[in-house]
């Protein structure tokens, strides 16, 4: 191999060092990106958190006039936009990332460097989204721009174009990382790891990968159709042309259902590994938790149309797609019930992990059943719309996935930083955050109810809605606070918390049987699992003839052979290399984005780069410096 | 002790929190867009339908996060405890039950659903009123087709008569939604719906779009005016009259709405001929400074204008003809009448004054 | 370079027995079919819904395409035989075939260039109406993907010229022969749908 690498050029040597800023730009590593996922994750969510936090203050009474129906529009556009796709996916993805490996005993994802490409996709994905407020056109028409109010002729300025390209940018991420992990859980498991001895979390990951690769193709052809449109004059949402604005409406929902499982699946992942930690006793009806998640991962394709109960697909598709939405209650209920059966018996430390798990099934529940009542066509039609939506998503996107993945932040902080996060700070954190959101949405079931639309910047006075709605944005301050504790909690537990030992929880699966924080390449030798919860079954029903093993570590794309991670050669583990190439794919490809809407020689110079990097890619040496 | 025991209070009252406020709303009929204070036939059923199901709900919430509440506190660790709880995997049995359950809470709302469906979708046999709804941005066009009636904004309705009513729209998407007598059915364009409704009560209706339709999308609302029939009789022969030519004071005013080129987009001598909206919305999409606007010939037979938001005195059409765009952002005169893009056209405090007499004498 | 890396003297051992790029082909094939699926509904949707011309049967020229077809069906057959050759170590045989696939998928290219300037020319460009947007943008995307198929062929091509494609290494040419195949399935349903499927022209339908 040296002979090839002596004649590359310098820039195409893999870079070596393993600390400093560098070494975080150039990462593979699959720890270090999850890493990199979760704070940018959060740093968004702030972002999201100040625009919600700017609509509940505008609407506080009635009349206001705080900020411009024009920034109104925006920030509620914005908030969720950047919650959906710039926080709860990424901090799911974070996850993923961190703990996946760990759990299936691999030392890194099956592609290291695609790995680190979906991060800074995602990274300039979502700046791009932003940058609208640069120019003071951020995208405006609700995250779900119904055509044709995104045409050209109904909303001119800029504001749409960086949704769609932003968009697109963040689904090459999404789909990337979903192919990734895919592979990486079918593939990587460790020797004796079959399907049904998984741990949740990690099948509620692989459920969500295959959601991700199949739904969003269905949007990136709605977002391009929307694109085209924009850009180039294409017709496709343009009804003087004939065009049917209901296109539009079909294509975002046959996406937006599974996406909405792509938010909460990873959620009830993490929950299902808390739960039975926390309660010392294993998940109760484990194959029938699994299967309910892969059956919601199915059903959530065959309900989109409940989403459109009133664009008037008659009477026989409303009630089908009734039926449909009600059956997929159903797995969601046994969910609830097998968690509620764990708990039972058990022996229940109240510690924050198990709180937040806790909050996660009482809010969920109640997100559940407002869901049942939309999917109730009849119904429906005076709830769609209405701030009792608002409700019934909060709960479940807030109360469930924010808290489910709150849950996991508690639960695996300790792993990765070698410290706990404090327990008292965080039952603050969960208490603020579980009154503040209850107060927060817990009103607008009854706004909604009561006539209140969704989507206004003001309502008039003598509506009945001022008092809930002053309540509402009381709790939202509320949870600000929340989410301050939260930040103090972390930030100084990294510093100065209490130290952790590898298994501090007393836990179940793999990534407990490794050092906190755990070495680059994770398991110096493969175990070998015999059943469920490997490691709970480790220590306490000690398997006979458990014979550790070595195998090879992760990458197949031509990066995982060869080169010597930090300390691990010691062991003659081999882990993947630096490289520079994930962040030149990227950026070239969020330059030619950016082209799309400045000029076409930013286009070519982003093509180029985007190019160059493929190039590299391919011929990047396997060793680091030969 | 009372650090283990509080949380479950609390949690109990942050549950209970949602459902007094659900029971709560029942209490205040009187709020305008209230959905528990149902006037007409759809309403009700879509009413009805909704406390089954929150009963149903209310069911389910008390008995799993009873359960759920219930476990936490007994099971919870007490002390030091070292040896392990029973290690059970799972009942097989238990949950095929658990399975079956929610699947039998749903059938009792499936079956109610399913029919209530099929109920306000069909129009009741017998003798209806015919409505046309045009949806713009961001006002409200009714036509009585067999009456020749057009106004804005303001949709008299007789009352106990079924209302038919066509939905369409010439921009986007807007949203029909009358709490009070029907829930919401869109109008999009190129696809027309058809609902219908009936008032039981006399009164007024606030209606609003719900469809997010662009930036004054907020202020894009209308009123359902239930008459008794008589009265319902005399308003439609009023507006299917000729509104009277202007005199006096009027007729200056008239003479500065004929200069400043409100005639472009605003109807004033009847009703609209077969396709002059359409020529507007077509002139707009062409790049003509025109958009569909509301038919002023019996303007000043309306309680409000600005798509509900504003009640029809001097004051208010003075300030909304001095500044359109501070009363109603985005407002489409605002962005294309002359009167407000051209300095040179612009109205001074007479023709306001002017104007306000004139659309004040169009009854 | 990686050719030489010794990783890729023992395979990997993975829990499915299948290589991590051969299963992350298999799920992009599956990913893009939706894809392709998506645009073909916006495509049937909006068949016969165009209020100005012109329209499919004015411009369509079967045999031409159906020709068009026939050679990208042909270079499925020569993909298949340059995989057989690098199977049985016939290096000769595997740079021939490379090379007739990327030609032919290059004719293939050439003739939907033509086909799309002789359309513009008679007035049928993406902005024209419903069936120049959709017409173009799904034959387009096809059309890139062709291209890309090319590129990695050629790319093969060179690589098995200058003697770095030894049978060890068929696995890439595999997957390259996964991407073709289905690019050339997914030209069947595009040619079926588009040019086969007669259009109703239903002039002025809303």
Known sequence: MATVTGALPRVLRRPTSYTGWWSWVTTVDHKRIGVLYGFTAFAFLLVGGIEALTIRTQLAGSESALVSPELYNQLFTMHALTMIFLAVMPLSAAFFNLIIPLQIGARDVAFPRLNALSYWIFLFGGLLLNAGWLVGNSPDAGWFAYANLTSKTFSPERGLDFYALGLLVLGTSSMAAAFNFVVTILNMRAPGMTLMRMPVFTWMTLVTSFLLITAFPVITVGLIELAFDRLFGTNFFVTAKGANPLLWQHLFWVFGHPEVYILILPAMGIVSEVLPTFARKPLFGYPFVVLSGVSIGFMGWAVWSHHMFTVGLGPVANATFALTTMVIAVPTGVKIFNWIATLWGGSLSLKTPLLFALGFIVLFIIGGLSGVSHSSPPADSQQQDTYYIVAHLHYVLFGGSIFGLFAGIYYWFPKFSGRLLHEGLGKLNFWLMFIGMNLTFGPMHWLGLDGMPRRIYSYPAGMGWDFWNLMSTAGSYMLGIGFLAFAWNFVSSLRKGEKATSDPWDGRTLEWSIASPPPIYNFATIPTVHGRDAFWAQKYLETPGHQPRGVPSGGADGDGDGAHGQGAGHLGVHMPGLSYFPIIVALGLALAAVGLLTHVAVIALGVLIMLFGIYGWTFEPAEPDE | MMDRRSPGHLRLAAFTLPLIALLAAACFPEHPQSTFDAQGPVAQKQLDLFMIIFWAAVFVFVVVQGALLYTVLRFRRRQQQDSLPPQWHGNPRLEVAWTIAPAIVLAVIAVPTITTIWDTATVPPGESLEVNVTAHQWWWEFQYPGLGVVTANELHVPVGRTVKVSLESRDVIHSFWVPKLTGKTDLIPRNTNVIWFRADQAGTYYGQCAEFCGIAHAQMRFRVIADAPEAFDAWVALQGERPPAPAGPAAQGFRVFVQKGCTVCHTFGGSEGEGVQQGRMDGFLKGQAQYPAPNLSHFASRETFAAGLLTRTDENLRRWLLDPRAVKPGNRMAQLAEAYTNAEKALSEDDISALVTYLQSLK | ?206
């Open chain 3, 1 to 206: 370079m990686h050719v030489t890396a010794p990783g890729h003297a023992a395979p990997l051992e993975t829990s499915t027995g299948l290589d991590h790029r051969k299963l992350l082909m298999w799920a992009f094939l599956g990913s893009d079919c939706l894809f392709f699926g998506s645009l073909i509904a916006t495509y049937l949707l909006y068949r016969g819904k165009s209020i100005t011309g012109p329209y499919p049967h004015e411009v369509f020229n079967i045999p031409y395409t159906s020709v068009s077809a026939f050679v990208l069906l042909t270079s499925s057959l020569t993909m298949v035989l340059a995989l057989a050759a690098i199977q049985r170590g016939d290096q000769r045989g595997l740079k021939a075939w490379l090379l007739a696939t990327a030609l032919l998928g290059g004719v293939f290219l050439g003739g939907q260039y033509f086909e799309f300037t002789t359309f513009i020319r008679e007035g049928l460009t993406l902005r024209a109406n419903l069936f120049g947007s959709t017409f173009f943008t799904l034959t387009g995307f096809h059309g890139a993907h062709v291209t890309v198929g090319v590129i990695i062929l050629l790319s093969l091509f060179v690589t098995a010229l200058r003697g770095r494609l030894p049978r060890e290494r068929h696995l890439n040419v595999e997957l390259a022969g996964l991407y073709w195949h289905f690019v050339d399935v997914v030209w069947i349903v595009i040619f079926t749908v588009v040019y086969l499927v007669e259009a109703p022209n239903i002039v002025g339908a809303g």
